[in-house]
């Protein structure tokens, strides 16, 4: 393993890293930010879903894009444009300014997760292993740090400006700094040779969408679920198990610890077991989370089912993020792209639909519908099966050609 794969790979768990404090300082302050602006509850769900609908034109942006320069020049802009975006959130007082930045926010999170699941996927088949959970792992650590700085935000009562500007001015400097060791390896940097040979007959085929839509749909629903807990856990424990603005910050936090831990250990049970087995324990482990939120007597019940939850939709999404890779190994660029849409179609359903049960029906109710969608992905896990030109038994090629073997790198 070269010395530049390794810098690369650390660098892009560094983005993800960063994207993780980001996305949880946001998620995590939403009744904070309604509070500032004087959102209505009718207007919140519309400011919920315009975030997704221009992520996914960001990341569809980023498809056509990356035709003409390679991801890391994307994500290294759009990774700045984040963290502004969010700064900008927290220092206005009018509706305008925050549907401006959250605008901005969308747009720069869409060409961000595309242009960084981009570079896992190719620095996977670089390494001829699975690592793609580990990436998620690094968003699941810095989730747990956001969502913790959002706690104390809420418990010293500090201004969203106050609590971002400091993380802002740490997190901007220093992904500048890593973007200058990211590689491309699918495009003649290090591990290119690796990368090509995995590609084999499917070098520069197009994406048929018909192949890919099994993944979109999986993505979809892990995507409603994982936006059920961003964005309504806090306030599902305050409106309906009756807990405080400090404890409400939690449910995503233990959310957030159980990613990690899932995702920590996940590729290991990738080699281990193989991708489909993985993707099916995760699915009723999740279903079991959504079922214990639903019927909990009072708080702290109901951070343990968002516990649960955490532990098993975690493997899902990276899952089917590395699964289109090797399913377009020549044009994984564009597969990951379109995948990632579905990633904002499941925010921009989830929201509101959660949002809308809750308010026409009662939000324990609502809880049942990402439950039953979750449980749907089980019907398509055999869609995560590597195939005869993809990876050997399991996940991995053959360990002679296993580049990674040996390496204490990340």
Partial sequence: MTDELRRGRASLAFSFLVQGVTFALLVTRIPAIQDQYGISDGLLPVFLAAVPILAGVGSVGTEWLVKRVPPSRVLRWAQPMVLLALLGVGAGDALWQVAVALGAFGLSVGALDASMNMLGVSLQRAYGRSIMLGFHAAYSLGGIAGASIAWAGAHWDLSLFVSYLPVVVVLLPGALVGSRWYVDADRGGAGA??????????????????????????????????????????????????????????????????????????????????????????????????????????????????????????????????????????????????????????????????????????????????????LVTLLYARSFAPGADRYGDGHERPRTADVGRGSNGL
Avoid at 347 to 362: E, K, M, Q, R, T
């Fill in 193 to 374: 040779g690796v990368a090509a040979g995995a590609a084999g007959e499917g070098r520069g085929g197009p994406v048929v969408f018909k192949l890919l839509l099994p993944l979109c749909l999986v993505m979809t629903f892990a995507y409603i679920g994982d936006s059920t807990v961003s964005n309504w856990s806090a306030k599902y424990l305050q409106d309906v198990l009756g807990s405080s603005e400090e404890v409400s910050t939690v449910p995503y936090n233990v959310y957030m610890v159980m990613t990690l831990l899932g995702r920590g250990l996940g590729d290991l049970g990738v080699r281990r077991f193989g991708a489909v087995a993985v993707v099916r324990g995760g699915a009723v482990v999740g279903a079991l989370g959504f079922a214990i939120v639903a019927v909990a007597p009072g708080a702290w019940v109901g951070i343990l089912g968002f516990t649960v939850l955490g532990l098993g939709l975690c493997v899902i999404v990276p899952q089917t993020f590395a699964a289109a890779g090797r399913l377009f190994p020549g044009a994984s660029d564009a597969a990951v792209a379109r995948l990632n849409v579905f990633n904002y179609v499941g925010f921009l359903i989830g929201s509101p639909l959660v949002g809308a049960l809750g308010d026409a029906w009662n939000y324990r109710g609502a809880m049942l519908v990402p439950l039953v969608l979750v």
